[in-house]
């Protein structure tokens, strides 16, 4: 039977209702708590999550008000097509990155979906499977389709290319709220394996524990965490063999507790979670196109630099911008590797790249640090500056961290 212990996990990884999943793992064997797509579905759902990673971009680079995180708040797993309750404001974004187009002779979108309106949702079919947009009424697909939304699939043939790995990318589709309380989410696909970013939020620590030691996890997922400065956390999930004689790890409460304290309770709040990414006046915006995507996601500075100059930028205008010298220039169309996280999220910045596309995700310029004046003060101004925060704290309002925040100040304790 299901345990209430088990109903608030699926809860906090769906944003389901408890009515919800009950009615989902109703039974004395209520089998998996996150169900399992087949393969089919798998690789329509692998499409979908990266079409929501676009669109997530797509918001931060526009400076839209909405945090990205509260595209999707609920995945409802209770009936045959799964289904997906998408922020209004944030419909169009979506929909513009899910439904296939022709842009030149690239196809764009998940390949081979149709949109079917209904009463109050809208279905999203393909070959390989469909899902259901949750509260878009008939009425609010008519304003999208007015907005200039593509409502014709290209005559083209489905592209049968598929992501990979496609079992874990449907999984994490269907968790999409653990990552709720975090300013943003980004991914992307590099080799084998699904590498998410996100800013705030949950410790990588504790996504990695309940996605593969969990009640909640992904069946055959192994993960390996990251941390970033700035908050930035990380997660690379690969596909990995089942053991034949399994041995079940008792459920990581260290984890869950973490992900509680880190994630504010009910829906995400409408703050500009990011500055707006704007590329250089005279940049063709092109980060949008597979290939450069693909040239981003792999980090190939060579296949960017041509695919720029092939648009027309000069290699002088590249070192211009990039601050790189002509020579060096000339070395990474070469082929010289840059490796350092540095020069790339320095690169990524100047060429007007959103960071996620290069698995960075970092575009938050560093904060400056603050002048120190604790040499200047006697021992009353000390006395009376920690009353006044310690008054702030017993009357329960938020308070700064108590002491200087200067790195280099010689009144910080040891850390």
């Not at 404001?89 to 196809?107: F, K, N, Q, Y």
């Not at 999203?124 to 409502?151: H, I, M, S, Y």
């Not at 999984?171 to 943003?184: C, E, K, Q, T």
């Not at 290939?291 to 290699?315: I, K």
């Amino acid at each position: 039977m299901l345990t209430s212990s088990d109903l608030r996990k699926r809860c906090r990884c769906t944003g389901e209702t408890p009515n919800e999943v009950r009615r989902q793992c109703g039974g004395d064997d209520p089998g998996p708590l996150v169900p399992v797509a087949g393969p089919g579905q798998q690789r329509f759902e692998a499409g979908m999550l990266q079409a929501v990673v676009r669109a997530m971009a797509r918001m931060r680079r526009r400076g839209h008000p909405l945090r990205p995180t509260a595209m999707v708040d609920r995945v409802r797993l209770d009936a045959g097509t799964v289904g997906l309750r998408v922020h209004d404001t944030a419909l169009d974004h979506l929909l513009a990155e899910v439904l296939p187009v022709l842009s030149g002779d690239r196809l764009r979108g998940v390949p081979g979906v149709r949109a079917h309106p209904g009463r109050d949702h809208l279905d999203l079919r393909g070959p390989d499977g469909g899902l259901r947009l949750l509260g878009v009424t008939r009425k609010r697909w008519r304003q999208a389709v007015e907005a200039g939304l593509p409502t014709r699939s290209p005559d083209t043939g489905p592209d049968r290319r598929t992501p990979s790995p496609t079992a874990v990318m449907s999984g994490v589709l269907r968790r999409l709220p653990l990552w709720r309380g975090a300013a943003w989410l980004d991914g992307v696909v590099v080799g084998d394996a699904l590498e998410l970013y996100w800013r705030n939020g949950p410790p990588a620590e504790a996504v990695a524990a309940i996605l593969t030691r969990s009640a909640c996890a992904v069946p055959g997922t192994a993960a390996r965490p990251y941390a970033f400065r700035d908050a930035v956390r990380g997660v690379a999930l690969t596909e990995c063999a089942e053991p034949a004689g399994r041995v079940d790890h008792p459920d990581p409460k260290w984890a869950w507790d973490l992900w509680l304290a880190t994630t504010a309770p009910g829906g995400a709040v409408h703050e500009r979670a990011v500055r707006p990414l704007r590329p250089a006046a005279d940049l063709p915006d092109v980060w949008e196109q597979p290939e450069m995507r693909t040239a981003l996601a792999l980090r190939r500075m060579d296949a960017v630099y041509r695919l720029l100059l092939r648009h027309g930028v000069t290699r002088h205008r590249l070192a211009t911008l990039t601050g790189q010298s002509p020579r060096e220039v000339d070395d990474v169309l070469a082929g010289a590797r840059v490796e350092s996280y540095d020069a790339l999220a320095g690169i990524a910045e100047a060429l007007g790249v959103p960071p996620g596309y290069m698995g960075l995700a970092h575009d938050e310029r560093p904060v400056h640090d603050e002048p120190c004046d604790c040499e200047h003060l006697d021992e009353r101004a000390k006395r009376d500056r920690f009353l006044a925060h310690a008054a702030l704290v017993t009357v329960g309002a938020d308070a700064p961290t108590w002491g200087c925040r200067t790195p280099v100040c010689r009144s910080n304790p040891p850390r």
